[in-house]
């Protein structure tokens, strides 16, 4: 029971921290729900899949929230997402044809360039 309370506690604090995360950056959640879903025991593609599934509904509710605050206009957004939708059909074909040790070292190469390019700016 004990066991079960803290697991449940954990999931609740990182739902927090990727919500948080994604919302003061309107990305990057995707790559703190990665690592927190392996650490709870999903493999390398189910975290990809899943972290892909809890950031839609969380960055619906951001770009909701920024609209409605009026910090971003429909228009300015709506311009990229013909190619982003391309790019997310795309991405998820080449998802099930990459291995997880592949996936893994591409994930682990675009946080190291992402973290460099924050730190250089």
């Known amino acids: ?3 079960k309370l803290k697991s449940k506690t954990l999931t609740a604090i990182f739902g927090v921290c990727i919500g948080l995360v994604n919302g003061i950056l309107g990305a990057g959640g995707g790559m703190l729900a990665v690592p927190l879903l392996k650490k709870i025991g999903f493999s390398q593609k189910e975290s990809h899949t899943n972290a892909i599934a809890i950031i839609l509904p ?17 228009s300015d957004a709506v311009i990229y997402m013909p190619t982003g939708l391309i790019g997310a059909i795309i991405g998820t074909y080449l998802l099930k044809k990459i291995s ?3 996936l893994k070292n591409i994930f682990g190469i675009l946080m190291v360039y992402a973290g460099i390019r924050l730190l250089l700016r």
């Open 100 to 102: 997880a040790k592949w």
């Open 1 to 3: 029971m004990k066991a």
């Open 58 to 74: 969380i960055t619906i509710v951001s770009a909701i929230v920024y609209l409605l605050k009026n910090l971003v206009t429909f």
